[in-house]
C-alpha cells in the first residue's frame, strides 16, 4: 500500500469529485452520512493488518517502517505527523467517521491513549507486516499473533473500565476490519525473493489465505462477529513496483497483478464457503483491488490526474524514511492517487472509503 460475512456488494456507479470528498472528510465528526437501519448498531471499528490501517503503532517500535515525521500528515489537521502512512487520514478514520462514530481512530500503542477512547475502537495494525509470519519478521513489525495478544489486552481494559454486559455488547457488535497481503506479495515474494525460497506463488498464496483464516478464527474465538476482510489491491500498480518491476515505461507489473488476483480469488472463495457454513458470523470479503484500478485505469472520472506516482519526492520510490522532511511534494495531493510509492492519499482512500461502504455496509448485519 496497507476488511470486514458482509461481501459489500450493492451496485452504485456515484463518483464524487475530491474536494467534495475533502470537504467531507475535515468538517465530519461523529455526524454519520451512512445512515444505518434503526436496528443496527456499530458501536467501534478495530483495526488488524499493516500500513493501511496503522495510526501510528509503528512510531514505539524499533523499525525502519515508520512515518511519524513530515512530509507525512502534510494535510492531517496541524500537519501533524501522526505515524499514518499517508498525508492526513486513513481508511479506518474515514469509515469510522462516516458511520458516526468518532473521527479518528487511535493507534493501541499510543503512549496518549486514554481509556474513553477504547468503547469506540483502535487499531492494532502495523505497516510492514502480512500473513506470513516471515514479512513481519523482515521489516522489524508487529505480526498478527502480537497484533492479537494486544487485542486481548484491550478485551481485558474494556471489562476493566465497564459492566462485562457492555464489553460483550461492543466486542461482539463492532466492525472489525482486517487489512494485509500487500506486503507479503510485494515485499516478501517478490521484492525480497524471500518466498520464492520455498514456495511458487500458487503455493505461497495459498499460505496466505491459510494464515487468513487462522487468523479470522481466532477472532471469533474472542468474541468478533463481524469481520471485513480486505482484497490484495492491485499490487503491479503501485509506484514502487511499476518502478522495480514495470520497465523503463513503469507500466503495472503483469506478475505483481497476476498474483494479487490469484489470492483473491482464493481468498473470497474460502470467505463465501466460510460464511456459508457460520450463518450467525458476518465475515465479507472486501474487494479493494477493482476499485483501485477502476481509479488507475479511469482517473478523470474521480477528478485524479496522476496515478503512477506519489506525491512525496520523485514518487517513483519513496515510502517511510525515504519520503522525509528534505523530500519535495506535490502542490495539490487531492489530484494524486498516491501519497508516496505505496500508500493512496486521503483523497484516494475517500474514493475506497465510499466505495466499500457503499457496497458491503447493508451486509454487516
Known amino acids: 500500500m496497507a476488511t470486514p460475512a458482509y461481501s459489500f456488494r450493492r451496485c452504485s456507479t456515484m463518483l464524487f469529485l475530491p474536494y467534495v470528498l475533502l470537504f467531507l472528510s475535515t468538517t465530519l465528526t461523529t455526524t454519520a452520512i451512512v445512515q444505518l437501519p434503526s436496528n443496527m448498531s456499530i458501536p467501534a471499528v478495530i483495526v488488524f493488518g499493516d500500513s493501511i490501517g496503522d495510526q501510528g503503532n509503528n512510531n514505539n517500535l524499533t523499525t525502519l517502517i515508520k512515518c511519524n515525521f513530515s512530509p507525512y500528515g502534510k494535510d492531517f489537521k496541524g500537519k501533524f505527523a501522526t505515524g499514518r502512512f499517508t498525508n492526513s487520514k486513513t481508511p479506518p478514520d474515514l469509515l469510522a467517521a462516516e458511520l458516526g462514530i468518532k473521527e479518528l481512530i487511535p493507534a493501541y500503542l499510543d503512549p496518549n491513549l486514554h481509556s474513553k477512547d477504547l468503547p469506540t475502537g483502535v487499531s492494532f495494525a502495523s505497516g510492514g507486516t502480512g500473513y506470513d509470519p516471515q514479512t513481519s519478521i523482515l521489516a522489524s513489525v508487529l505480526g498478527l499473533s502480537d497484533q492479537l495478544k494486544l ?11 465497564m459492566e462485562k454486559k457492555q464489553a460483550h455488547y461492543i466486542i461482539s457488535n463492532s466492525l472489525y476490519l482486517v487489512i494485509a497481503g500487500t506486503d507479503d506479495l510485494a515485499n516478501t515474494y517478490f521484492s525480497t525473493g524471500v518466498g520464492r525460497v ?26 468478533a462477529r463481524r469481520i471485513g476482510v480486505f482484497s490484495a489491491p492491485p499490487v503491479g500498480c503501485l509506484p514502487a513496483q511499476r518502478t522495480l518491476a514495470g520497465g523503463s515505461l513503469r507500466v503495472c507489473a503483469k506478475d505483481r497483478n497476476e498474483a494479487s488476483q490469484l489470492y483473491n480469488s482464493k481468498l473470497s472463495a474460502k470467505i463465501d464457503l466460510f460464511a456459508k457454513k457460520h450463518p450467525h458470523l458476518r465475515v465479507a470479503y472486501v474487494d479493494i483491488y477493482h476499485p483501485l484500478l477502476d481509479i488507475i485505469q479511469h482517473p478523470r472520472n474521480y477528478g485524479i490526474e496522476v496515478v503512477d506516482r506519489g506525491c512525496c519526492g520523485t514518487g517513483d520510490i519513496e515510502v517511510a524514511v525515504l519520503c522525509n522532511p528534505t523530500s519535495p511534494t506535490c502542490l495539490n495531493s487531492s489530484n494524486h492517487l498516491f501519497w508516496d510509492s505505496y500508500h493512496p492519499t486521503e483523497a484516494g482512500y475517500m474514493f475506497l472509503t465510499r466505495r466499500i461502504l457503499d457496497e458491503n455496509i447493508y451486509k454487516i448485519y
Open 198 to 223: 520455498e514456495y511458487d506463488i500458487g503455493a505461497y498464496t495459498n499460505l496466505m489465505v491459510d494464515s487468513a483464516f487462522n487468523f479470522i478464527k481466532e477472532l471469533v474465538k474472542l468474541g
Open 151 to 161: 487485542f486481548k489486552d484491550y478485551i481485558k481494559r474494556l471489562e476493566d473500565s
